[in-house]
């Protein structure tokens, strides 16, 4: 099927969607009607793109015609100017549309689950898993997204031996994926008395957020501890057993929530993060029966597997996987990562592109 025969197969598809939209059996299916109405909405840009390609062909053979039978000059010269436009919008047009034809990851939609773990470097590695958190929350905020700490682990020192954030907005996981791996901190620790310049490291995850339909998990599949939350230095302590650790006994997947006060929410908390945790694991298992490539989740501080360098000393900010290094690094921690993952996004949708 040439270019066109496939922009026009599509939009004939997404003309017979417009059409049970407005059937009354098909509206009174939510389930199917959100279904179709979504497919509607993902088809829609491809089908405005197609309507304007049309367009650029037809003009571009108007053009070619007055060339061929017009013995004006003046009017063969507008009509050479013409064709050299419309040809460079027909290119312009069809990368745009072959970029919109790129399949779309189903779970870029979704909410997500960001765990931040202190990797190498002791307190100040939980120093800057606190810093990390903040960066995201920032920007999180920014891009009009809700940020609830579902879980958090305080260093003595300051920081976070491990936070875990849930992250709901519109699309939420696709835009946040890129940023699971190691990441590493050059800078002179608040306890070094000597000056001297520290590496540590931590860890990031973002997970796609699981919900009840995705993935069902039998209360008889769960064990779940309850024990007095703790915190660090003057934090509020719980004096009562409220604090949630659940265990999905098949896969050994543990979640625990001491957040709340109430062993209720923690409980609801706990249950979110363990379904997500699980649904990773058969979603991860699923793609590589697939033979599809994912980039996996970095489970350990280990400097080697670095994907992004914070050098705070020249305020140099590195992503290793893309070699795009930028200056901008106070911005950045306030929240302003835009560019890097605009640009993560952008050569992956050229990956997707040569491989198709």
Same mark, same amino acid.
């Given at each position: 099927m040439d270019f066109v025969s496939k922009l026009q197969a599509i939009k004939e598809k997404w003309m017979n969607i417009q059409e049970q939209l407005s059937d009354p059996e098909i509206i009174a299916d939510m389930k199917r009607f959100k279904t179709l109405n979504k497919n509607y909405r993902d088809m829609q840009p491809v089908v405005e793109a197609f309507d304007s390609y049309q367009l650029v062909l037809g003009n571009l053979a108007d053009s070619r015609n007055i060339l061929n039978t017009e013995k004006d000059d003046e009017l063969r010269e507008m009509a050479k100017s013409e064709l050299i436009h419309f040809e460079a919008e027909k290119t312009r047009l069809e990368e745009a549309i072959k970029l919109l034809l790129i399949p779309k990851d189903p779970e870029d939609e979704k909410n997500a689950?960001?765990?931040?773990?202190?990797?190498?470097?002791?307190?100040?590695?939980?120093?800057?898993?606190?810093?990390?958190?903040?960066?995201?929350?920032?920007?999180?905020?920014?891009?009009?997204?809700?940020?609830?700490?579902?879980?958090?682990?305080?260093?003595?020192?300051?920081?976070?031996?491990?936070?875990?954030?849930?992250?709901?907005?519109? +699309?939420?996981?696709?835009?946040?994926?890129?940023?699971?791996?190691?990441?590493?901190? *050059?800078? =002179?620790?608040? %306890? &070094? /008395?000597?000056?001297?310049?520290?590496?540590?490291?931590?860890?990031?995850?973002?997970?796609?957020?699981?919900?009840?339909?995705?993935?069902?998990?039998?209360? +008889?599949?769960?064990?779940?501890?309850?024990?007095?939350?703790?915190?660090?230095?003057? *934090?509020? =302590?719980?004096? %009562? &057993? /409220?604090?949630?650790?659940?265990?999905?006994?098949p896969t050994g997947i543990v979640a625990e929530c001491q957040d709340e006060r109430s062993q209720i929410k923690n409980r609801e908390k706990a249950m979110k993060v363990l379904r997500t945790r699980v649904y990773e694991k058969f979603h991860n298992e699923h793609l590589a029966k697939l033979s599809q490539q994912r980039k996996t989740l970095v489970s350990t501080g280990d400097r080697s597997a670095k994907i992004r360098t914070y050098n705070f000393p020249q305020s140099r900010i590195t992503d290793h996987r893309i070699n795009m290094t930028l200056y901008n690094l106070p911005e950045a921690m306030n929240g302003y990562i835009d560019e890097i993952l605009d640009a993560l996004q952008v050569a992956e949708n050229a990956e997707k592109m040569r491989e198709g």
């Open positions: 689950i960001i765990e931040i773990r202190a990797g190498t470097g002791g307190d100040e590695a939980a120093i800057f898993a606190g810093d990390l958190s903040e960066m995201y929350i920032r920007f999180c905020n920014k891009q009009g997204w809700k940020v609830e700490v579902m879980n958090e682990n305080q260093s003595e020192k300051g920081g976070y031996k491990e936070i875990v954030l849930e992250v709901t907005g519109e +699309n939420v996981y696709g835009k946040l994926k890129y940023e699971s791996g190691v990441h590493r901190v *050059q800078r =002179v620790p608040a %306890t &070094e /008395s000597q000056g001297r310049v520290h590496t540590s490291a931590a860890t990031v995850a973002v997970l796609p957020e699981a919900e009840e339909f995705d993935i069902e998990i039998s209360v +008889n599949d769960i064990k779940v501890d309850v024990f007095r939350a703790s915190g660090a230095g003057g *934090q509020h =302590v719980n004096r %009562t &057993e /409220s604090a949630v650790r659940m265990t999905h006994v």
